[in-house]
């Protein structure tokens, strides 16, 4: 990846990152929409990150990242995303987790999101929570593919 390129991730990445303390993922007083959007923007910059840091140390498992992004492209354009589809392309990778500054995606017995900047988690296989991390993984890796 070349200076411009890292520039460029580095400034997407920072955009998606939440700038206040505690999002509303895990606020009493956030809707469901707000939370929706908490988990997309969460997997979204764990996902760039950690499939660009997979990625940087082992090249070999490109096809794998690209294989997992066109299944998960095909489940959010078609709207038919389900925790166990979700789960069944995560575990596909050659990974246990996706992870930036501020996010873990960890791949157990179920998906869950790390929030690292309130430490607490939650099941992103439960809806109405799953497309919007099936949508935020997708756009991670997106960009962390290049495409």
């Not at 296989?125 to 593919?145: N, W």
Request: glycine share 6%; net charge positive; proline share 5%.
């Amino acid at each position: 990846m070349n200076k411009i390129h890292r520039s460029l991730f580095a400034a997407i990445v920072v955009a998606l990152i939440p700038i206040t303390p505690g999002c509303a993922l895990f606020s009493k007083t956030s809707t469901t929409e707000q939370k929706a959007a908490d988990v997309q923007n969460l997997s979204q910059a764990a996902a760039s990150v950690g499939t660009q840091v997979a990625l940087q140390e082992h090249p070999e498992w490109r096809p794998q990242f690209e294989l997992a992004y066109t299944n998960l492209d095909q489940l959010v354009t078609s709207k038919t995303v389900t925790g166990t589809l979700l789960r069944g392309i995560l575990a596909s990778l050659p990974i246990k987790q996706l992870k930036s500054p501020n996010a873990q995606i960890a791949i157990e017995a179920a998906t869950v999101l790390y929030d690292t900047t309130v430490g607490s988690k939650v099941n992103v296989e439960a809806q109405p929570y799953v497309f919007a991390a099936a949508s935020g993984i997708r756009d991670g890796m997106k960009v962390a593919l290049g495409r």
